[in-house]
């Protein structure tokens, strides 16, 4: 059984340094079909290349994001293989303005409910 399509929310606070660049690994059993809306916390776009494989979304923003601002991920249109409600878990990491390396920002868990 496929539930209908939905859209899921994470919201960001940008605290000490400048953001480059999000990657966010998509659950199993879980399809993006209508893409991703980054905005700040006014609800305007925040320019930014998205792409999106089948596990993955990574968002790189050519002009990073300055500290203090809060971002709003809108993941678009979600598909989930589900009986019952489930608790989705989404793995993020993020990469800093000046850093090499991406660095493990935590667990987004969005519940559904039937």
């Known amino acids: 059984m496929y539930s209908g399509f939905v859209n899921n929310y994470i919201n960001f606070h940008i605290h000490d340094r400048s953001l480059s660049e999000i990657l966010i690994e998509l659950p199993p059993n879980v399809t993006l079909n209508k893409g991703v809306e980054v905005r700040n916390e006014l609800g305007q776009a925040i320019k930014s290349q998205i792409e999106i494989d089948d596990r993955q979304i990574q968002i790189v923003f050519p002009s990073s994001v300055p500290p203090e ?27 800093s303005e000046g850093l090499t390396d991406r660095i493990p920002l935590g667990i987004a868990q969005i519940s559904t409910y039937n």
Do not use: A, D
């Open 69 to 95: 601002t809060q971002i709003e991920l809108v993941m678009k249109g979600m598909q989930s293989r589900t009986l019952s409600g489930r608790t989705w878990l989404y793995p993020i990491s993020i990469q």
